[in-house]
Each structure stands twice: as structure tokens, then as C-alpha cells.
């Protein structure tokens, strides 16, 4: 039972366009969302989080929209680059944890290819 | 600064036959993660130490997984025997502490291949 779900396991766009990533929870006790970006070869590296409390978390060319009645957050690249193609991974982090990051839901990531 | 290492890189075993997996994580990082990730699947969590105590181990199969985190630094990731469904990338993770401000910082993974 999946409860972060990226439906699309693949994104394709053209350098300088948006890219537009989403992400489907469905524990309403997910109050922390965080996304991870992946090079083959490499460790997931931490990109942008947004907390429950906010519907948007900006830092420079990323935004992560949360859309906590949908149980929806997305993550958007503008403008896209090259250097963007990699999985990208949403994760949650449950409230019942105190405070602590505790155990991270992953999804199965998104791989994004932008073209020159 | 450092960041947190992992080996072998690479390790092919046959099934029942043990393997373990070492990680140095980032100097001053009183939480270290390891996670499994399945081809395919995003990394799920098997053990959480703070310091050299553990956290969350709910999802470790504690028949087959073992590990350790002796003096608070380096951790080991043991399994045996191993059956053809544990053929996985293994990521160790580290954070300064446990809250949730506290960014994980993975290394760059153990692939293993069970024939």
C-alpha cells in the first residue's frame, strides 16, 4: 500500500520551460514533505521541504505548492536546465514522530530528462 | 567537508551467503539512517540510530538484518543469509540530529547483486 505516490515515472521538457513534478499522499498524518533529486551512481541529495502549515515553498528556480485537501504537492523547475536530469523523489515525514524527521515515505520518483 | 562514505560500492553474493556493508557518516552527525531501495521502488527506511542507540528499526527484518552502531560514528549493515529478494542499492544516511529541520545527507550507496 503506496502512500506517497508519483504517477508519472517519467518527465520529458525543453531546456528553459517549467517542469512540473507531482506528488499524491494519502496519510492525512503527513504534516512535513520534503523533495530529494538523484544522479545515477549517487545518493539522494535534498533539494526543497514545505511543512503542513504552508501551501508554498520557494528557492530560486524551485517551488514546492501543497495542496493539503487534495492530499497533492508538486514541484516546479523554472526555467528547466540540463543539469535538472535526474529522479526526483517526494517524500513525507508523519506528524506522530514529536518533531522528530523519523521515518521518511518515499515515493518511486520521476525521472526527468530536459533537452537542449 | 566530507561526505558520508559507504563500501564496497559494488558486491555480488549467492544466496545464504552473508554480506556487510560499512558507513562513515558526516563528521558530528548524531543520526545515521540506512535505507533500502529496490529497483524502482524510492528508498525505505530499515534502521535509524541516534548516536549509537536505535530509534526505529520497525522495518528490519530482524531475522536476516542486523546492525550496529559502535561509539556513536561508523555503523555496519549485516545480512545472513541473504535471499534473492534483498538485491537492492543499500543508502546510508547521516543529520546533525533528528528533527525535522535537520537535512539527511546520503552517501552514494552499496549495490548489491544476491545470484
Known amino acids: 500500500d503506496q502512500q506517497v505516490k508519483q504517477n508519472s515515472p517519467s518527465l520529458s521538457v525543453q531546456e528553459g520551460r517549467i517542469s512540473i513534478l507531482n506528488c499524491d499522499y494519502t496519510?492525512?498524518?503527513?504534516?512535513?514533505f520534503l523533495w530529494y533529486k538523484k544522479y545515477p551512481a549517487e545518493g539522494p541529495t535534498f533539494l526543497i521541504s514545505i511543512s503542513s502549515i504552508k501551501d508554498k515553498n520557494e528557492d530560486g528556480r524551485f517551488t514546492v505548492f501543497l495542496n493539503k485537501s487534495a492530499k497533492h504537492l508538486s514541484l516546479h523547475i523554472v526555467p528547466s536546465q540540463p543539469g535538472d536530469s535526474a529522479v526526483y523523489f517526494c517524500?513525507?515525514?508523519?506528524?506522530?514522530?514529536?518533531?522528530?524527521?523519523?521515518?521518511?515515505?518515499f515515493g518511486k520518483g520521476t525521472k526527468l530528462s530536459v533537452k537542449p | 567537508e566530507a561526505g558520508v562514505a559507504q563500501s564496497p560500492r559494488y558486491k555480488i553474493i549467492e544466496k545464504r551467503q552473508s554480506v556487510a556493508f560499512w558507513c562513515n557518516p558526516i563528521?558530528?552527525?548524531?543520526?545515521l539512517y540506512w535505507y533500502q531501495q529496490i529497483l524502482g521502488q524510492g528508498p525505505k527506511l530499515l534502521i535509524q540510530f541516534q548516536n549509537n542507540g536505535v530509534v526505529d528499526d520497525s522495518q528490519l527484518p530482524k531475522d536476516r538484518f542486523s546492525a550496529e552502531r559502535l561509539k556513536g560514528v561508523d555503523s555496519t549493515l549485516k545480512i545472513q543469509p541473504a535471499k534473492l529478494e534483498d538485491s537492492a542499492v543499500y543508502l546510508c544516511?547521516?543529520?546533525?540530529?533528528?528533527?525535522?529541520?535537520?537535512?539527511?545527507?546520503f552517501g552514494p550507496g552499496t549495490r548489491l547483486t544476491v545470484l
Open positions: 517524500a513525507a515525514s508523519p506528524m506522530n514522530y514529536g518533531g522528530s524527521q523519523g521515518n521518511l515515505i
Open positions: 563528521s558530528g552527525h548524531a543520526t
Open positions: 496519510n492525512s498524518m503527513f504534516d512535513y
Open positions: 544516511a547521516s543529520s546533525l540530529g533528528s528533527g525535522r529541520r535537520n537535512e539527511q545527507f
